[in-house]
């Protein structure tokens, strides 16, 4: 049973899938976006072409406040989303030990060049490189 929540733990932490639940997310409220559109400015409309109602400018409010609730509905999931999706990514960066590339060069103690860091004698200046020499300039 451990094994099975690490492993949940590992496909839900996978970054395509905290993509693909954002998006399903996002297009659901999307579509309550559209769907309030729909109810409250293109049906009234309609409903004022066909019907030849007078729409009473109270109604006319009410579908408006009901389509801006409806934005800042989607505004405040977008934004519960964004803070969720860096509160993860941070979770997921602490595991992780920054990768340390192990020096490839070092410094010449004589003429401060970049040599490789195996090398016995400095290509540039020729002097001889001692183990020592490379301590103490590294101090
Ligand atoms: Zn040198």
């Known amino acids: 049973m451990k094994k099975f929540f690490k492993e949940f733990k590992?496909?839900?932490?996978?970054?395509?899938?905290?993509?693909?639940?954002?998006?399903?997310?996002i297009g659901a409220a999307f579509k309550d976006i559209v769907t309030s559109l729909t109810?409250?400015?293109?049906?009234?409309?309609?409903?004022?072409i066909t019907a030849g109602d007078k729409i009473e400018m109270a109604e006319v409010s009410v579908y408006?406040?009901?389509?801006?609730?409806?934005?800042?509905?989607?505004?405040?999931?977008?934004l519960i989303l964004f803070i969720m999706v860096k509160g993860i990514n941070k979770m997921m960066s602490i595991g992780k030990k920054p990768v340390e590339v192990a020096p490839t060069t070092k410094q010449c103690p004589y003429c401060?060049?970049?040599?490789?860091?195996?090398?016995?004698?400095?290509?540039?200046?020729?002097?001889?490189?001692?183990e020592n020499a490379q301590d103490e300039a590294a101090v």
């Open 10 to 25: 590992e496909f839900a932490l996978q970054g395509n899938v905290l993509d693909l639940a954002i998006g399903v997310i």
């Open 39 to 48: 109810d409250n400015f293109i049906n009234p409309i309609l409903q004022f």
């Open 64 to 78: 408006a406040s009901n389509f801006i609730t409806a934005i800042i509905n989607f505004i405040i999931m977008a």
């Open 112 to 130: 401060m060049s970049e040599i490789a860091i195996e090398a016995t004698r400095c290509p540039h200046c020729t002097s001889v490189i001692e």
